[in-house]
């Protein structure tokens, strides 16, 4: 490859499940810059809003560790630079020692991305040694009785802070990611405050999309409105107050915003995610789609990102509809969420419902005052074998 290429884009009139033939748009495609790759589903967490597909995937299913050697390489001569090792639970992955090696040997930057409530200081040191560059580390809650409630697993956070502690010890940079919703919606000061205790150098409060587990526990999950609008105002005056010392991203609930949110900075414009078995996605949540998408075992790497027929499917702006089509914002959110607009409406190429210029916006407001009116109910655990 030549650092980009030339690519047809599909038409519109297309379904997700149409295979015909049609004519060729020409749409640049650079190189991608980051991969998430899920090393597996198996996680001891069992948390509600997991995004990892009803379907989770068994030890026998995942690709063993010379392919994904292989995946590593290919995708530091396509041009990534970043890799986000995730899963489930990354550190479950007994070679992940090698695959950090073999990263870092290639100049990728590494993010382990980890629940850590079995991760040992003896095995981050050697993961460091092997060149490890980040870590991020998931608090579910900061009061210790919802993290155990919310993750299903015993005395979680102390085993967390503990970890966080050890980060810094071994001079790793550390973020904390803090998946919000309605059990824990008010700890934002707290968790901020913890931040800084750790010496963080980035907190996400990313409020909880509903794909993958999460979709099946929207009852449980879905905060109020009023409570969204407390915590944002908060967290836009710290972000203000602390920059300089604590990098604070946030990420709004789709089901109270005017516009949607940029998803993957566009589809297959930046980013690939690899799953435990191989398949390559746009993002985490495409398989939901009902797409083809091709698999690191059949096809290269390169191959799939510049041709596969799944990756091309919503790059550029042909394939939109209207009010997309015409409008100018479809430069800064591509239309939003490929994922949401078919889980809603059950076309991906319409408007995600989260804009309020979309004809299906009302969708949203049934959602939510269906779902915050009532008493929750319990959790759907995540669980291998349970659907």
């Not at 003896?122 to 060149?131: A, H, I, M």
């Not at 560059?133 to 919802?146: E, F, G, K, N, T």
Request: charged fraction near 25%; charge should be negative; include cysteine.
């Amino acid at each position: 490859m030549d650092g980009h290429s030339l690519v047809e884009t599909l038409d519109p009139a297309e379904t997700t499940q149409e295979r015909t033939p049609r004519a060729a748009r020409q749409v640049q495609v650079d190189p991608p810059l980051g991969m998430l790759a899920e090393l597996t589903h198996r996680c001891p967490l069992q948390c509600p809003y997991c995004s990892n597909p009803l379907k989770l995937l068994k030890a026998a299913d995942e690709l063993d560790t010379e392919t994904w050697l292989s995946v590593f390489s290919q995708a530091a001569d396509l041009g990534i630079l970043q890799v986000h090792l995730s899963g489930g639970e990354p550190t479950l992955r007994q070679d992940l020692e090698q695959f950090v090696e073999r990263l870092a040997s290639r100049g990728v930057y590494t993010n382990l991305i980890t629940a850590g409530v079995n991760l040992t200081q003896e095995r981050l040191r050697n993961l460091v040694s092997r060149g490890l560059d980040h870590l991020q580390l998931s608090l579910q809650a900061i009061d210790p009785v919802i993290s155990d409630k919310i993750g299903n697993y015993k005395n979680s956070l102390a085993k967390k802070l503990d970890v966080a502690r050890w980060v810094r010890e071994a001079g790793l940079p550390l973020t904390i990611n803090a998946p919000t919703h309605r059990h824990n919606i008010g700890q934002a000061p707290a968790l901020i405050e913890l931040a800084l205790e750790l010496g963080a150098d980035r907190l996400e409060i990313a409020h909880v999309q509903y794909y993958g587990w999460a979709a099946n526990n929207k009852a449980a999950l879905m905060p109020d409105y009023e409570r969204v609008l407390v915590e944002a105002a908060f967290v836009a005056e710290a972000k203000t107050r602390l920059k300089g010392i604590l990098n604070i991203d946030y990420v709004t609930p789709d089901h109270y915003a005017q516009f949607p949110k940029p998803c993957m900075g566009g589809w297959a414009k930046d980013v690939l995610n690899i799953t435990p078995e191989g398949k390559v996605l746009p993002c985490h949540a495409a398989e939901s789609l009902g797409m083809r998408f091709d698999t690191v075992k059949d096809r290269p790497l390169a191959g799939i990102w510049y041709e596969g027929e799944a990756f091309n499917r919503f790059r550029g702006f042909d394939w939109m509809k209207e009010p997309c089509r015409s409008c100018p914002r479809k430069e800064i959110d591509f239309g939003g969420c490929r994922c949401q607009a078919f889980a809603l409406t059950g076309d991906a190429a319409a408007t995600d419902p989260a804009c309020s210029l979309s004809p299906n916006h009302h969708l949203m407001e049934e959602i939510t005052g269906s779902y915050t009116s009532a008493e929750p109910p319990p959790f759907v655990y995540r669980r291998i074998g349970r659907a």
